[in-house]
């Protein structure tokens, strides 16, 4: 992670239209059977590690879940149905703290950020 910002992310942030303001999906997929992808993301309220907060990951299938029809997510400052596109350092502490956990174990840097 080049200065311990995870690079093969896209995070959003829909500015509270839901309890999961933020959505970050993890660009690295795994072939199940050589030809299926999946992925991951995490959608989160800016406190995921209170018992009052939210941190729920999910998985996708196929093509990512921020992409439009051509397979294109949208630039920084752009909006698609989960929000805003917004740079990894604009999520709260307690968020990129979640994302680096998760980025972690998925490229396998055994907890080195």
């Not at 942030?13 to 933020?22: C, F, L, P, Q, V």
């Not at 941190?55 to 400052?77: H, S, V």
Request: charged share 25%; hydrophobic share 30%.
């Amino acid at each position: 992670m080049p200065a311990g910002i995870p690079k093969w992310i896209r995070c959003y942030d829909n500015r509270g239209e839901t309890w999961d303001r933020y959505t970050v999906v993890f660009t690295k997929y795994r072939n199940t059977n050589g030809r299926d992808r999946w992925g991951m993301y995490v959608g989160m309220s800016s406190n995921p590690f209170s018992p009052q907060g939210f941190g729920q990951r999910g998985e996708f299938q196929g093509k990512a879940i921020d992409t439009n029809d051509w397979g294109f997510a949208p630039m920084i400052g752009k909006k698609n149905h989960l929000g805003v596109r917004i740079p990894f350092d604009q999520l709260p502490d307690d968020c990129k703290a979640l994302v680096i956990q998760d980025y972690s174990e998925i490229w396998g840097l055994g907890g080195v950020c």
